[in-house]
């Protein structure tokens, strides 16, 4: 089986939460869902809260119980899909996306193979004014040290990100374990972690921008070469 998943984790207090209000989950969810069925591809939305509107729908939806204690609502993300994918061994192939700002252009299973990790990218580089004030708050040597290092890479995105389990978990669990360690409570650092990480150790299997996915912040939602749009 291959499983495109996405969050919906709106159990937090603003300002953490980058709105207000918390959304109305079918229309916030609305472009995602569309894509997921157009694509024709199986597809789980992890919830912290019921989601009785979604469940009508028919969206498949997996409970999230509590708070992950040792991170915020953006990388806790990492930790709930490690986790289901451990429980879940019949999953081959697997994406976590945002579930806001990306959709499916086309079935991405048809294009993924083992041995590779897909990653959204930017046309930013690692080394940015959004990056380097996550990393200052982390405030190890050794994350500023590999972040320096990496200042001319393309910035990976988490936006989208996947592949066959037996490559990604491994990815996983080591992102898991630096945002542990790292112990960030007041922002989202899994930008930075995942840079640290993929370049660190995986930079010869990293599969990013087209045709996995549109370039960021072009709204292109008509492209026909790629598979994921994201911003």
Request: charged share 25%; with cysteine.
């Amino acid at each position: 089986m291959n499983i495109v998943a996405s969050f919906l984790l709106t159990n937090y207090e603003y300002p953490f939460w980058k709105y207000a209000e918390k959304p109305n989950p079918v229309t916030y969810t609305e472009k995602w869902r569309n894509s997921v069925e157009k694509t024709g591809v199986e597809a789980i939305i992890f919830a912290d809260e019921d989601q009785p509107e979604l469940t009508a729908l028919g969206v498949h939806i997996g409970s999230v119980s509590g708070s992950v204690e040792w991170t915020n609502q953006i990388d806790c993300r990492w930790l709930i899909a490690y986790e289901f994918l451990k429980l879940n061994e019949g999953i081959e192939y697997f994406f976590m996306t945002d579930i806001s700002d990306v959709t499916l252009l086309k079935n991405p299973f048809d294009f993924v193979e083992k041995g590779k990790v897909y990653v959204g990218d930017e046309t930013v580089k690692v080394f940015n004014e959004w990056i380097i004030i996550r990393v200052n708050l982390i405030g190890e040597g050794e994350c500023t040290d590999n972040i320096f290092a990496l200042r001319d890479k393309p910035l990976l995105n988490c936006g989208i990100f996947g592949g066959h389990r037996d490559t990604i978990m491994p990815v996983m669990e080591d992102i898991c374990k630096k945002l542990e360690d790292y112990q960030i409570t007041e922002d989202t650092i899994d930008m930075v972690v995942l840079n640290e990480v993929l370049y660190g150790k995986y930079s010869d299997i990293i599969v990013h921008g087209s045709p996995l996915n549109t370039e960021f912040w072009k709204w292109d939602f008509d492209n026909k070469e790629c598979y994921f749009q994201h911003k």
